[in-house]
């Protein structure tokens, strides 16, 4: 007989932590240890390539030289003065080939993430420039003209891409963060928030002009995909927008589907999204009821599609995490939420929490795309959400009461539970649990926890070095939430605060996909 097939996910035996001082310092400092000897690992064991032999960032070293990025981005966060931290640039700066791969820029691989897209080079070199100009100082580095036609030329191709692209014989979903347009904008969007010398800024110019219609046809694709659902099976599931997986089979995930989509769609300037965001508006509360539908589950497709899973998953590629990171980033649109919360948001984001802290302790082990990690990321950005923006969400709920007619909200139970504490306490059982999955432990198993080795282990999406930038992520949200209480205590306004604020700057959002805007590290 063959060895038995592990489960799906393991009994969450976890507690929620205290979020109080002592608790949140001494989490701060198992986090920081945990990134400075988890980068270490990553750094010993990823090799060093010599040429462009895949592409994307979602897997091997593409990934790696990003997440070195981002923590040298996020360095000052990371260490308290007790340890030198690793050069994490020099980490990062050794897995970028100056050269380009030599497969060619195809119309079904436009985003960095996927495999076999020349985007992943032309990203990190833009990003290795700006590291080398020490990221938002006063220089005004200058970029390869190179870098800058390929991605005009990835962008022109997506302006003429339908909904559908042919791919391997067989058509896919032009969209989608993994492989699509959605990963292509979210590109440019970063490049966009840094700044060039005047030669680079003119010659960039013809490519961030690109944007808007970048929107228009990405918007216009879900419009498509919706008419081609209902045409095909009815509107009794239909929603405003709908986007492929593969040719008729619609996607919800965050890697392949529309809740990452609409996440970097939202990323976007408002003058940008001002017409669409009715259909975008609409179209989260329709997830939110299908969601609600299923107890804060999200199907992989409709049609529904099985892969002889016991459940529905809850992982960031396919599941309730990925509506999670949407809501997040949709709280903080302000035009968004005055015309269009209601209180299906609410409820949505506490069943899919519950779902997160049930079914969320993978046997896959600890990654972004399908681990612990992942799962524990989308709650401590909506811990950031309640922290922060407490008063636009009250001032939302007043404006759906106003809009409706409706003497009060129609249930506080659920809305009374969602505080910031709920989520950052949750968040932080799930990320400091994720140190004990492999390749970060590889002590012999104790428990009854046996997660799997991940097959690409210190990879972004698949291994250690997303869990590394999950738990800095963490490092920056704690350095802010303990340095609030602190200055709080005393009385005093900490918004100003320059410890504050560094920490605050330091948040990059979840690799590839973002929830608080384009910051510039993808």
């Known amino acids: 007989m063959g060895e038995a097939k592990p489960p799906q996910y393991y009994e969450n035996t976890l507690t929620p932590l205290p979020v109080d001082t002592e608790t949140l310092v001494e989490s701060l400092k198992q986090l920081r240890e945990a990134v400075h000897i988890g980068s270490e690992l990553v750094h010993a ?3 060093l390539p010599e040429k462009w032999s895949v592409g994307g960032m979602f897997k091997f070293f593409p990934g790696v030289a990003l997440a070195f990025l981002r923590l040298d981005y996020q360095s000052p966060v990371l260490v308290d003065g007790s340890k030198q931290s690793p050069d994490y640039r020099s980490f990062a700066l050794q897995r970028i080939p100056s050269t380009f791969p030599d497969f060619p820029l195809l119309p079904s691989r436009l985003s960095p993430a996927g495999s076999f897209s020349p985007i992943a080079a032309a990203s990190l ?37 339908g909904y559908l692209v042919p791919h391997d014989g067989k058509n896919m979903g032009g969209d989608e963060m993994l492989y699509g347009r959605a990963g292509l904008l979210w590109t440019l969007l970063n490049v966009r928030s840094h700044e060039f010398d005047e030669a680079t800024q003119k010659a960039l110019s013809p490519v961030f002009d690109t944007i808007p219609g970048l929107v228009d046809v990405i918007i216009d694709a879900g419009r498509q995909g919706a008419k081609e659902y209902i045409a095909e099976h009815g509107d009794s599931d239909a929603h405003p927008l709908m986007y492929a997986w593969m040719e008729g089979r619609y996607c919800f995930g965050a890697a392949h589907g529309i809740t990452g989509i609409l996440t970097i769609l939202l990323s976007c300037k408002p003058e940008e999204l001002e017409k669409h965001i009715p259909v975008i508006g609409d179209t989260i509360t329709a997830l939110c009821k299908l969601s609600n539908s299923s107890n804060g589950h999200l199907p992989m497709t409709l049609p529904p599609m099985s892969y002889g899973t016991p459940s529905e998953l809850v992982q960031f590629c396919h599941g309730s995490p990925g509506t999670l990171i949407l809501l997040s980033a949709a709280l ?6 005055q015309d269009y919360w209601c209180p299906e948001w609410d409820q949505t984001i506490y069943l899919g929490t519950q779902r997160i802290w049930e079914e969320g302790i993978l046997s896959k082990g600890g990654s972004l795309c399908h681990g612990i990690s992942g799962n524990g990321w989308p709650l401590l950005m909506l811990y950031d959400v309640f922290e922060y923006h407490s008063t636009d969400i009250s001032a939302a709920k007043q404006s759906y009461i106003q809009r409706t007619g409706a003497l009060a909200l129609p249930s506080t139970d659920i809305s009374e539970k ?4 709920f989520f950052l306490s949750r968040a932080l059982a799930f990320l400091l649990h994720a140190r004990e999955t492999r390749p970060y ?48 205590g005393q009385g005093v ?23 608080y805007g384009a910051v510039g590290l993808l």
């Not at 580095?141 to 302006?159: E, G, T, V």
């Not at 903080?332 to 939420?337: I, V």
């Not at 605060?497 to 973002?514: C, H, N, T, V, Y």
């Open 45 to 47: 064991n990823e090799p």
């Open 125 to 161: 070199h833009i990003l290795s420039t700006v590291a080398k100009a020490h990221w938002k100082s006063e220089s005004k580095p200058s970029l390869c003209q190179d870098d800058i036609n390929l991605l005009h030329d990835a962008a022109k191709l997506a302006l003429k891409n």
């Open 332 to 337: 903080k649109n302000n035009k968004l939420t």
């Open 418 to 421: 969602l505080t910031p504490d």
């Open 441 to 488: 432990n590889t002590a012999p198993t104790k428990t009854d926890k046996d997660y799997r080795m991940p097959d690409d282990p210190y990879s972004l999406f698949e291994g250690l070095s997303g869990n590394v930038c999950a738990w800095a992520e963490t490092c920056a949200a704690l350095q802010a939430k303990i340095r609030k209480m602190e200055l709080s």
């Open 493 to 515: 306004p900490y918004e100003t605060d320059r410890a504050f604020k560094e920490a605050m700057q330091s948040r990059l959002g979840f690799p590839l996909i973002g929830g």
